[in-house]
């Protein structure tokens, strides 16, 4: 007799997350996972076996054929996949999109094994070298995430004698992909390598996931759904019983909100210089001369030098050339740039809190600007961009991962960093500026300086300390008094068409506990902010609403613990 199944066409749309009922004939071998072929509509699309369902009605269709012979997800990956459905406000086919091949898997595989559920762990380590001692003991298949493709090649490099590695290059093509993909779904004890787009994937008899550098912006998608998989990994390690590893030398707060402590117990970085910018009078420039100082010593001495500033795009930060202070938003307290209102909060920008002053100067520059500033201190042949093997070289954050190590590192703008208009500013800033002081090579008389009007920020005092863990704990305990991530959550609401939320909407929201904020304009269209202690709830109710605005012609970008507001 036929089996009815419910299969999950491969179609953008909340509208089919539950499935259809189709009848599996009896020449086809279909499992949970199966890609298979159905009739939907006129038209016949891609879909998968998400069940099987208790209809008995007469007229079903049925499924034209079965694609390819591996399942893309077993019952354990599917659990995960729906979580992350609800949990990103996302049609639950994008997220198994993001977890099937491009091309279909046709090798006759194995049976499937998962290994046993075991106990979920959790823990955090400074480097890499603390991980490959953990993978070196490590049971069962491991899957390694890096932010960039720079780091894959790189950590696979480093990798290679842990176990048989499985490299996923963020540029091979999709044959490249596919294959990779079968492979881990068959074979035992492999080390898989990759970006974040690894995270859902089932990978056989997996024991260990490990996410590298865990508070990089690069992990997370753009786009909607907005995936990262810190969060993808921490559900699978409790439904599916793995250790789970984050690493950096400043973890995020979320992860300490885990339970999980920071590294602890001892300096993770070499020594920081601070150059408090008040004690300097006005007119001095972008470089302090105590910089221009240790960096000609440097030049003299054979020793190499990295200038780092904020990529480009980023305003400076400014100072009252009267009295020094740096200039600040009245009402949130950020670091104000050249324009008119504060990107924060939208407050006018007016005289200097301090001392009532009118003229500001900048301290800081994009890259241009200081490689022309140090080209006339040291000359053409003694500055350049990194790789080209000059004495100085001036960078930003995407240079970071891809540089040799310094004796000396100048940070010029500090505060612009740790001063943005994010609530993670701090604690971004002290990252990116850990890790440039990881740049710095061991030995006497290496360090970073960096350049900051605020020399007594919470995050300069942690950078000068060479560790994270106290500033994290207070981080931790604002963010739990200010409801904010991830004592609470925050979805960013972006359309663009004449579709948008509606006070209806809003009044739906606020009734699972949500508090709406906007309308507000932006670059392309409007955008809602929507926090609350526990938005699970809501989430559930904003499906039907992004349904319908998209359904009414509006694009809809649905943001999810977003890492800008």
């Given amino acids: 007799m036929s089996r009815v199944l419910r299969i999950l066409p491969d179609v953008s749309t909340f509208a089919v997350d539950d499935g259809f009922s189709y009848l599996e004939p009896d020449e086809l071998a279909a499992e949970l996972g199966s890609l298979v072929r159905v009739p939907l509509g006129s038209r016949t699309v891609r879909g998968w076996v998400i069940g099987e369902a208790a209809d008995d009605r007469e007229g079903l269709r049925p499924i034209r054929r079965v694609s390819g012979t591996l399942p893309v997800f077993g019952p354990r990956q599917l659990q995960t996949y729906q979580w992350l459905a609800h949990h990103y406000v996302a049609p639950l086919a994008s997220i198994l999109r993001a977890a099937t091949p491009p091309n279909l898997p046709t090798r006759v595989p194995r049976p499937p094994q998962d290994r046993a559920r075991g106990r979920t762990r959790r823990e955090h380590v400074a480097l890499l070298g603390e991980v490959r001692e953990r993978l070196a003991t490590a049971e069962g298949s491991m899957i390694v995430i890096a932010p960039t493709a720079v780091e894959v090649t790189a950590v696979a490099e480093g990798l290679?004698?842990?176990?048989?590695?499985?490299?996923?290059?963020?540029?091979?093509?999709?044959?490249?992909?596919?294959?990779?993909?079968?492979?881990?779904?068959?074979?035992?004890?492999?080390?898989?390598?990759?970006?974040?787009?690894?995270?859902?994937?089932?990978?056989?008899?997996?024991?260990?996931?490990?996410?590298?550098?865990?508070?990089?912006r690069a992990h997370k998608e753009r786009q909607t759904p907005t995936l990262h998989p810190r969060t993808i990994l921490s559900h699978r390690a409790r439904v599916e019983g793995l250790h789970f590893i984050t690493t950096g030398l400043v973890p995020t707060v979320e992860v300490i909100a885990t339970g999980v402590p920071a590294p602890g117990g001892r300096r993770l970085w070499p020594l920081v210089e601070v150059v408090d910018r008040t004690e300097e009078p006005p007119g001095r420039g972008v470089i302090s001369e105590r910089a221009k100082q240790a960096i000609h010593h440097a030049v003299r001495s054979g020793k190499s030098t990295f200038v780092f500033t904020q990529r480009r795009g980023y305003a400076p930060a400014f100072r009252c050339t009267s009295c020094r202070e740096l200039r600040r938003c009245a009402s949130?307290?950020?670091?104000?740039?050249?324009?008119?209102?504060?990107?924060?909060?939208?407050?006018?920008?007016?005289?200097?809190?301090?001392?009532?002053?009118?003229?500001?100067?900048?301290?800081?520059?994009?890259?241009?600007?200081?490689?022309?500033?140090?080209?006339?201190?040291?000359g053409d042949e003694r500055v350049g961009d990194v790789g080209s093997g000059s004495p100085v070289v001036v960078g930003t954050e995407r240079d970071l991962a891809a540089t040799d190590p310094f004796h000396l590192a100048v940070v010029i703008d500090a505060d612009r960093i740790l001063l943005g208009h994010d609530f993670r500013a701090a604690e971004d800033g002290l990252r990116l500026l850990a890790r440039v002081a990881g740049l710095v090579e061991p030995g006497s008389g290496n360090r970073m300086m960096v350049q900051t009007a605020v020399a007594d920020h919470r995050a300069i005092v942690a950078l000068r300390s060479g560790n994270a863990a106290a500033f994290l704990d207070a981080e931790l305990m604002n963010r739990q008094e200010a409801g904010m991530p991830p004592a609470g959550d925050l979805i960013v609401i972006e359309t663009r068409g004449e579709a948008t939320l509606t006070p209806d909407d809003v009044d739906t929201l606020t009734g699972y506990g949500a508090t709406a904020f906007g309308p507000r304009p932006s670059k392309t269209g409007t955008r809602w902010l929507i926090q609350g202690r526990d938005l699970g709830r809501a989430k559930t109710a904003l499906r039907p609403i992004v349904r319908r605005l998209r359904d009414a012609g509006s694009h809809v970008r649905v943001d999810v613990d977003p890492l800008e507001l």
């Fill in 160 to 216: 290679r004698d842990v176990g048989e590695v499985v490299v996923v290059d963020p540029g091979a093509s999709d044959r490249e992909v596919t294959k990779a993909w079968s492979r881990v779904r068959l074979d035992d004890r492999l080390v898989v390598i990759g970006t974040g787009r690894i995270a859902t994937w089932w990978v056989r008899g997996l024991s260990t996931a490990v996410l590298l550098d865990e508070g990089r």
């Fill in 332 to 378: 949130c307290g950020s670091a104000a740039t050249n324009a008119a209102i504060c990107p924060r909060c939208g407050t006018p920008y007016e005289r200097c809190r301090a001392c009532g002053g009118r003229s500001f100067e900048p301290l800081g520059a994009a890259v241009g600007r200081v490689r022309d500033l140090l080209t006339n201190l040291l």
